[in-house]
C-alpha cells in the first residue's frame, strides 16, 4: 500500500527539505528576485515580489500531494536557500525543477537536494522515473542533473520562458529509480 505523505520532510547532509510556509514568503521573495535565476525557469516571474512568494507558498499547500510535492530547501545553519519541486506536467513521467539563491550558488545545493528528493520520490512517490529540462544556455543545471543521475535523451524541446518572455531550446534528461 502506497500512503501519500501530505507534508514531506527530506532531511540530506546539509539541508532539509520542507513544505514552504507563510512566514518563508519574505525569504523567498529576497532569493528568488533575481533574473539570473527566473530566466533559466520556465515559470518564474521578474521581478520576483513577495506577493510572488506568497502565492507561491498558497499554491503548494493546495497541491494534491499524489501528483505535485515542493520543498523549500533549507540549510542547518543558514536557512532557507532554494526551492525544488516535483510534479506531473505535461510528460507520463513527473518532472523536476528548483532554484538556489545566487549567494549559496557553487556549494553542492542544488545536487544535494536533488539527490534527497530523487530517493524520496522513489521511496515514498513510488516513482520510476522523473524527466527534467535545462535551457542549452545553463550547463551549470545539466551539471546537476547529471551529477544526481540524469541522463541525456537527445531530446532537445522549445519551452517557453515567462521571465525571458520568449521560447529557449530546453535539452531534456530522464533518471529512473
Ligand atoms: C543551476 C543551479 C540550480 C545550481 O545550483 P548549485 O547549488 O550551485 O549547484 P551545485 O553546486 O550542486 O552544482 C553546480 C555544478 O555546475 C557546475 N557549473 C557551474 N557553472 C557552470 C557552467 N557555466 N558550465 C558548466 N558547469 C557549471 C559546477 O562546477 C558544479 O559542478 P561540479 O560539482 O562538477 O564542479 C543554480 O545556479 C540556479 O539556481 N540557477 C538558476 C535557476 C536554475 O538554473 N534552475 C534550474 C532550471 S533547469
New binding site residues.
Partial sequence: MCVIETSPVVETRRLVLRAPAPQDAPRIAALANDI??AR??KRMPHPFHVKHAEDFVVQVAAQDPARASTFVIEHEDQGPV?VIGLFEGEDRVPET??????E?????????ALEGALVWASRKWRRRALV????AD???????LE?AGFLYTGETRRAFSLARRADADTRMMVWMA
Wanted: net charge positive; no cysteine.
Fill in positions: 539570473d535565476i533559466m525557469t532554494g525543477g528548483y532554484w538556489i539563491g545566487r549559496f550558488w557553487g556549494r553542492g545545493f542544488a545536487t544535494e527534467a529540462g535545462h535551457f545553463n550547463p551549470a543545471s545539466g551539471r546537476v551529477k
